[in-house]
Structures are given as structure tokens and as C-alpha cells.
Nanobody, 130 residues
Framework: QLQLVESGGGLVQPGGSLRLSCATSGFTLDYYAIGWFRQAPGKEREGVSCISSSDGSTNYADSVKGRFTASRDNAKNTVYLQMNSLKPEDTAVYYC???????????????????????WGQGTQVTVSS
């Protein structure tokens, strides 16, 4: 059974850092494109970062570029999102999602669309507040 489980969320002060983890099981992580999304109360789910399955390249939303870094450790079946210089507007539930290899590859722009991903974790809350 394919599973994604996020962890690492919490309360942090503005300017602080957090590292989110997404532990995967039931599939070979190497072959799947991975997306990080977030959803704040009353807002639509927003794509934050995506990792290509073909070469591991990453893309970032403008709102987090230069502050967030996504990575994957295929040997550990885990994906990470390092978040630095956090701002109150980063407060949201963060999700990881996986797109299977039998679907066409994503373009850099389309990888931020939630509908492109088949499998989702349950989310982890990130709150940035003083």
C-alpha cells in the first residue's frame, strides 16, 4: 500500500527554520515526481516545490524561492523540505504528494498543480508566529 507520511511541523518564530520530512512506503521513490504543497485556512492548496523524477531537479514557487530547499533521499525513501527565514505568511498545513511514473512527465509550471498528483500524505501543521 502506497503511503506518504509528513512530519517535522511545529511552531516557530519569524526568521526561524524547520525541516519537514515525507516518509514514503509501498513504492519506489526514484520513479515518482514529488510535490510539496501547503494550504492555509480559507485558501486554496498552493504548490510550493516539486522534484522531478527524471533528474531530481527542483522548482519553487516565487513566494518561497531562495528560502526553501526540497530534496530526496531515495535510499531512505524520504523527501525533505528545508524551510529557512520563515514568515508568518508561511503558516499552513504542508503536504507532500506523489505522481506515478505511468503518467506523462510534468512541466516546470504544471508541477505546482495539485490535480497532477495521485497520492497524498495527511499533512503537518507549520505555524510561524512570535
Amino acid at each position: 500500500q502506497l503511503q506518504l507520511v509528513e512530519s517535522g511541523g511545529g511552531l516557530v518564530q519569524p526568521g526561524g527554520s524547520l525541516r519537514l520530512s515525507c516518509a514514503t512506503s509501498g513504492f519506489t521513490l526514484d520513479y515518482y515526481a514529488i510535490g510539496w504543497f501547503r494550504q492555509a485556512p480559507g485558501k486554496e492548496r498552493e504548490g510550493v516545490s516539486c522534484i522531478s523524477s527524471s533528474d531530481g531537479s527542483t522548482n519553487y514557487a516565487d513566494s518561497v524561492k531562495g528560502r526553501f530547499t526540497a530534496s530526496r533521499d531515495n535510499a531512505k525513501n524520504t523527501v525533505y523540505l528545508q524551510m529557512n527565514s520563515l514568515k508568518p505568511e508561511d503558516t499552513a498545513v504542508y503536504y507532500c504528494a506523489a505522481r506515478p511514473p505511468w503518467r506523462p512527465p510534468l512541466t516546470p509550471g504544471s508541477c505546482f498543480r495539485a490535480i497532477k498528483y495521485d497520492y497524498w500524505g495527511q499533512g503537518t501543521q507549520v505555524t510561524v508566529s512570535s
